[in-house]
């Protein structure tokens, strides 16, 4: 499943690079820092890039997720610094609608 959902959220990366200047793209690497310090995003674009995975997660996998919601953002470390920790948390919200 790791795999797959790397594939979707570099697949959506692709997507919003699409949308940006040349020297706006998102390096489509785990170790990239996606918002906060040193982030390459906006909060706009954050969220662009959030709704374009929704609707990736949806066509591949037909699950519906939210995944800018309270529970990401109470989080002490931000779930969206990175794309590893982004698709780390997009792992935990998964197995939790799949195990509804």
């Given at each position: 499943?790791?795999?797959?959902?790397?594939?979707?959220?570099?697949?959506?990366?692709?997507?919003?690079?699409?949308?940006?200047?040349?020297?706006?793209?998102?390096?489509?690497?785990?170790?990239?820092?996606?918002?906060?310090?040193?982030?390459?995003?906006?909060?706009?674009?954050?969220?662009?890039?959030?709704?374009?995975?929704e609707q990736n997660?949806?066509?591949?996998?037909?699950?519906?997720?939210?995944?800018?919601?309270?529970?990401?953002?109470?989080?002490?470390?931000?779930?969206?610094?990175?794309?590893?920790?982004?698709?780390n948390y997009i792992?935990?919200?998964?197995?939790?609608?799949?195990?509804?």
């Amino acid at each position: 499943m790791e795999e797959k959902l790397m594939q979707l959220i570099f697949n959506s990366i692709d997507e919003l690079n699409e949308q940006f200047s040349n020297d706006i793209q998102l390096k489509k690497s785990k170790e990239t820092i996606i918002f906060g310090k040193n982030g390459q995003l906006d909060s706009l674009a954050l969220v662009n890039l959030l709704v374009v995975i929704e609707q990736n997660i949806e066509d591949e996998l037909n699950v519906s997720l939210t995944i800018a919601d309270e529970k990401a953002m109470s989080q002490e470390h931000s779930p969206f610094r990175t794309i590893e920790t982004l698709m780390n948390y997009i792992q935990i919200l998964l197995k939790d609608e799949l195990n509804d």
